[in-house]
């Protein structure tokens, strides 16, 4: 059986049969980049219900695996969107000023990355992840971000040095315990 619906069948019926082994691969994909069981879990039924109304709209032409981890990425960036925008309004009430621009490169641990990643802001996680985890190019990174190359470049300049910052800081705690 391949990860696309057979030649002719229902795309309702396809979803329906590729739901059992979708389900799990779709939940690792948000899983590995959010961090959280619970979101990951409410990521993974956004992404199937949206799959189901694209079906409804008659907007799909087959059904597979990688187009249910495409409207999973998709579900990622707006939740990521969303929490960029609270963020954003908090620290408006709070008056903090933007983390400064400091480029930089590492070697890093990854459990300790995974955790500084969780703990930036959702702008900076997107834009990280996008490019530097999913390995998207620049321009695409800016695309599924609703933003202009060159914001994006700047945003992701100012992702990583949230990132180092944070990841430093952690590093300090640790070794001072």
Not at 95 to 105: M, V
Not at 151 to 173: H, I, P
């Amino acid at each position: 059986m391949t990860s696309s619906e057979p030649a002719g069948q229902d795309p309702a019926h396809a979803l329906l049969a590729l739901y059992d082994r979708a389900l799990p691969q779709v939940y690792g994909y948000l899983l590995r980049r959010c961090g959280g069981a619970a979101l990951a879990e409410d990521l993974t039924a956004d992404t199937f219900l949206a799959a189901v109304h694209a079906i409804d709209r008659d907007r799909v032409d087959a059904v597979s695996v990688a187009w249910l981890i495409g409207i999973a990425r998709h579900k990622l960036v707006d939740h990521w969107r969303r929490q960029a925008r609270e963020e954003r309004r908090l620290r408006l009430a709070a008056n903090e000023p933007s983390p400064p621009d400091d480029p930089w490169a590492e070697v890093l641990d990854r459990a300790r990355a995974a955790g500084v990643l969780a703990a930036i802001g959702a702008q900076h996680r997107a834009a990280l992840v996008l490019r530097y985890v999913d390995g998207l190019p620049v321009a695409d990174v800016a695309a599924h971000l609703g933003r202009t190359l060159a914001a994006t470049e700047a945003l992701l300049t100012r992702a990583k040095s949230a990132f180092r910052t944070a990841y430093e800081s952690t590093g300090r705690r640790a070794d001072g315990d």
